[in-house]
C-alpha cells in the first residue's frame, strides 16, 4: 500500500514539474483585462460641437496610456494623455504643449449612457476654463 501511495505521488510530482510555465505565463489578471475592456469603449474621433475641435482616440493600453492626437483644427502635440478609473467612472487627461497652449489641460469622464467624453478645459494662456463635451464622430 505504501509503495502505490508513493508511485502515485512520484507521478503526480512529475505531472506538475511537466506543466509549461509559458502556460502560467499567458493568464491574464482580472482587473489587466477588465480596465483594458473599459478602455476600449473609448478610442474613436471625439469632436466638441463648439468650434470643431478633435480628440482622435487611436488606442488605449492596459495602463491607460492613450495614444491621442488633437486638432483645432491644426494639429497640436498632447504632451500627456491618459485615462484612469476611479470607481465605476472612466477619467481622462490631456495636457497640451504648442505655442499658446502651454499646459492648457481637458479633464474629461466618459458618460457611457450618452456615449459623451464631458469635463473641463484649462486654456493656461488666458487662464480660463471651460465647460465642454466631445460626441463621438459617427
Partial sequence: MKTAAVFYLSLFTL????VPAAAVAQVVPRAASQSESAFSALSGRWVRPDGGYVINIRSVDASGKLDAAYANPNPLPFSRAEA???GNAIKLFFELRAAGYNGSTYTLTYD????VLKGVYFQAVAQQKFDVYFTRSR
Fill in 15 to 18: 505531472a506538475i514539474g511537466t
Fill in 84 to 86: 484612469t478609473r476611479e
Fill in 112 to 115: 457611457p449612457a450618452a456615449d
